[in-house]
């Protein structure tokens, strides 16, 4: 690992941000416009039912968690997929970069713009539902790292998909996080869903950390146990996902794909 | 005695059972421009792109500057570079913004210096605050070639370099490529459909076809081979009754 190529590649991508208004407003209006809708719904749920007191905080918690797994995700496929349309891929692979500092400048873009997402969500869900994000404390950082390996992991299995089936497996980016969202127990608790579902929600990392998280607003701490399971969970799945990107990659150099995908 | 700089033994490639290179053997000596010539589906973008690592040889081996392209790509790429008509560089960003970029990942020391010097030898100092986007194809290319420069690459690999160019443009690329070959000794492997860009440019050239060489030698060399007026000539009768010419030709 090379720190220079990843903060070259890290200017790049930085660089593609500052030059583009759409790009910008990308990185906000998709989260700003569910955390209008799931805020609002929140608290139409608040007024017509005394059952459900904590729907605010428990809906607002999910979608702005749901959006720190979505955007690691998109940050390693939309990346890659800027270098196909610039068609600018064959210049990055046949310089000395690395696959694994390619994919370390993913996450740092990601991780910086999941922080900016992040602190605009938290400030417009203060000012127009009066919820305060930190009141989790200190919690916030163990289901923040979980979440955001786990959309890493996700990222490297969609661009390896998009690195073997070209562009036309782009919908991918997009579509793939959620397949996930239904059994992941991201906007209610795993109780809801039916047994038979159990192994396979238990199974993915974000599940656990959906869990801690209702767990924690519900001022019941955040549970070790649940921790590490989603710790262990995604260091078996980024190795997975590692080794899965690395395969496609050799895949796709044996079947000269990289070439293709790079002057389409 | 000349350095080899690329060694290419027995290279075979297949893509699913269908051969793109069948036989390839050449060798690349320190200062040489080499082309790489062939019709359509002769092979030489596939020889290209496994030397440039973007493609695993089915067979064969390949060495560049003495060490094995598989297991050295990152040591050899650190000092090779490549430009092609066919890519771009992100169309949004500044010309010196990617220049820069580019400098940083092939790690070049003074590389403000060295952006304004590639820059000023392409004549297109003027377009460095530009958006890569807003030139014009020829401007683009010659953008790309900077790239192309900024390492001071000993090995230097150009898929059509003056492929979008005007006819006055391409004359100068193609005389500051020899000039920077003589005076830096820089090695090249150059493909293009003109054949006028080869005659001009390269000291030697292989001419691929169905995947093998059937002819190696200086431009003239091969013209005289073929008993042909000039490279075009053999171009096209290469690409007309390549397999006849392959087997009488010597």
New interface residues.
Partial sequence: MNG??I???V??YT??YT??VPRVLEMFFWPVMDLLVWGFVSVYLQRVSHQVPSAVTFLLGSMIFWDILYRAQQAVTISFL??IW???L??I??????VGEFIAATYVVGFVKILITVAVLAVLALALYQWNLFVMGFSLVPLFINLLLMGWAVGMVTTALIMRWGQSAEALAWGIPFLIQPVAAVFYPLSVLPRWVHPISLAIPATHVFEGMRQVLRGEGLSVEHLVWAFSLNIVYLVVAAAFFRYMF?VA????L??KL??Q | MAETIVEVQHLRKE??GTV?VADVSFTVQRGEIVGVLGPNGAGK??TI?VL?????ATSGSVTVFGQDLKKHR??I??R???S?A????????KVR?NL???S????VKSYREKIETVLKLFEIDHLRDK?TGHLSSGESTRVNLC?ALLNDPELL?LDEPTASLDPDIADKVRKLLRRIQREKGMTMVYTSHNMRDVEEVCDRVLFLHKGRIIAEGTPQQVTQKFRQKSLEDVFIRVARSGDLLGETSE
């Fill in positions: 220079h190529r903060a070259a590649l200017l790049r660089y593609l030059r583009s800027e270098d610039a068609r600018n064959l210049n692979f046949v310089s000395p970069i690395r050799d150099r044996d079947k000269g990289l070439a790079g002057t | 893509f699913n793109a973008t596939t792109q440039l690592g973007l493609t695993s990152v040591e790429l650190q090779c570079n490549f092609s066919y890519t771009g560089l992100p169309s949004n960003l913004e820069l970029i580019f940083k990942i092939y790690q958006i790239k690999m």
